[in-house]
């Protein structure tokens, strides 16, 4: 029985025909033991404007930022359990000044940076992005990146993206990973889609660095695009879950 759903957004639910977005606003309604969740790159003020731009469904908590942030129901009410967890792992005046030196570093823009997120924007080749790496190690750093969409690279404290974020949810409300399906599209959803038992949907408009995800058994690749394609993955783990049963 499939009791969550959690789905980026950008590329994900975002940017395909409203059609789409209709159908899976129409059968999650239909659906009030299904959980909606949000779980995006974007920070909070990004993707409630995001959100308002069509029919959404109104997730019952979005986890932003790279999984960094999670606030619950239409008030949004911060996680402040999540959040104060974060703050004893994060020192972004340090690993500001780690990266100083650093020319290629690309833009920082101060809308798409977050409490323990800092998002660079530019293209990376390998041995920058492994220049990176042993920048922040030998300031004794210990951050997780993610780069995607061959232009963001998200550096969080070590440990924390959007599947660790799935994991404290699943432990508020009591549900095991075989009861949650995730909807991706890109590398920053890399690692909520390869969790362990979790029920992943690749939509049929993914990036080609997530592709070789395709070929794991708990991925089901759509062929529909972005909303549809989302709704066209639920069905099929929701058909699985029962046939198990």
């Known amino acids: 029985m499939i009791k969550m759903l959690v789905c980026d957004f950008d590329g994900t639910l975002d940017g395909g025909p409203s059609h789409g977005v209709n159908q899976l606003f129409n059968y999650l309604t239909e659906q009030p033991d299904i959980r909606f969740v949000i779980a995006t790159g974007r920070t909070l003020p990004s993707i409630q404007v995001g959100l308002a731009s069509d029919n959404y469904p109104e997730p019952h908590s979005i986890i932003s930022d790279v999984g960094t942030r999670i606030h619950h129901n239409h008030i949004q009410k911060p996680d402040h359990i999540w959040h104060e967890k974060l703050e004893a792992s994060w020192n972004k005046s340090k690993v500001e000044s780690a990266l100083a030196p650093l020319s290629f570093m690309g833009e920082r823009l101060e809308s798409h940076q977050g409490p323990h997120k800092m998002t660079f ?104 695009t972005h909303a549809a394609g989302v709704l066209e993955g639920l069905k099929y783990w929701q058909q699985r879950a029962s046939s198990n049963h």
Request: hydrophobic share 35%; proline share 3%.
């Open 121 to 224: 924007e530019g293209k990376l080749s390998e041995p920058q992005h492994a220049l990176i790496e042993s920048q922040l190690e030998s300031h004794g750093l210990d951050v997780h990146l993610t780069y995607s969409h061959d232009w963001y690279l998200d550096i969080t404290p070590k440990g924390v993206n959007k599947a660790t974020a799935i994991h404290h949810l699943l432990k508020q409300h009591d549900l095991s990973i075989e009861q949650v399906c995730v909807a991706g599209d890109s590398a920053n959803d890399t690692s909520m889609l390869t969790i362990e038992g979790v029920n992943s949907i690749l939509v049929a408009n993914h990036y080609p660095e997530v592709a070789h995800l395709s070929g794991r058994d708990n991925v089901y690749t759509s062929k529909a």
